[in-house]
């Protein structure tokens, strides 16, 4: 069974343009979160999707956005980056409440 | 408001000495479930176990073994016997019921050296 996957791996952006970031969930689980661990500031939770929806958001600005897909996909969309969005960003599905998330390899993206 | 502390910033002990990482967490409500997860170099993180608030029964897997406490508030993880291969970032984490957001520790990095 594939596991979470994100991509890309890496991505290289320059301050004031838009990141586009990936994940595929687990076959068969409906939600997926976003996390973004910056240097030093642990794991910080961003946006959480279920059935194509948006359920929840953590304590980020309008810049950081995303959906879902049909296929439970997702994307997740910075704008006007900024140098301190540099960071490790990680998606993880579940298929219900009960069961701990899975999480992916994540995108590193530097903003320069 | 809702905590997950983790005082030890980082570790380092010698390939098979015993190493136990820190957890203390913080909420007001009843039910609740709390998880570690190991970050290796590759960065993708690791579920290890979870706990529910009701279940206050020490678990053993292996080398891993985990301690909750709740009259602390803590749950304590300990590798028995370190190998390089431990060598990575540990992540305590706390969710609430009714809520899919977790909260996260800020980890432990655990060098296990040879």
């Known amino acids: 069974e594939a596991g979470v996957t994100q991509s890309p791996t890496h991505l290289i952006k320059t301050r004031g343009q838009q990141a586009t970031l990936r994940c595929s969930p687990i076959s068969g689980h409906t939600s997926v979160y976003w996390y973004q661990q910056a240097l030093g500031l642990g794991l910080q939770f961003l946006l959480w999707y279920d059935e194509g929806e948006e359920r929840n958001r953590g304590n980020f600005p309008p810049r950081f956005s995303g959906r879902q897909f049909p296929n439970y996909s997702s994307e997740l969309n910075v704008n006007a980056l900024e140098l301190e969005d540099s960071a490790l960003y990680l998606c993880a599905s579940s298929p219900d409440r009960w069961e701990g998330y899975t999480f992916g390899s994540g995108t590193r993206l530097t903003v320069v | 408001a809702q905590k997950v502390t983790q005082a030890q910033t980082e570790i380092s002990v010698v390939e098979k000495e015993d190493v136990t990482l820190d957890c203390v967490y913080e909420?007001?409500?009843?039910?609740?479930?709390l998880f570690w997860y190991k970050q290796p170099p590759s960065g993708e993180l690791v579920f290890l176990i979870r706990?529910?608030?009701?279940?206050?029964q020490n678990e053993i897997s292996g080398r891993y073994s985990w301690n909750f406490q709740k009259s602390t508030s803590s749950f304590n993880f300990t590798i028995t016997a370190s190998q390089v291969v431990d060598s990575a970032v540990y992540f305590c984490?706390?969710?609430?019921?009714?809520?899919?957001?977790?909260?996260f520790g800020t980890g432990t990095r655990l060098k296990v050296l040879a």
């Open positions: 984490a706390l969710r609430s019921s009714g809520t899919y957001k977790y909260i």
């Open positions: 909420t007001r409500d009843t039910t609740y479930y």
């Open positions: 706990r529910n608030s009701f279940d206050e």
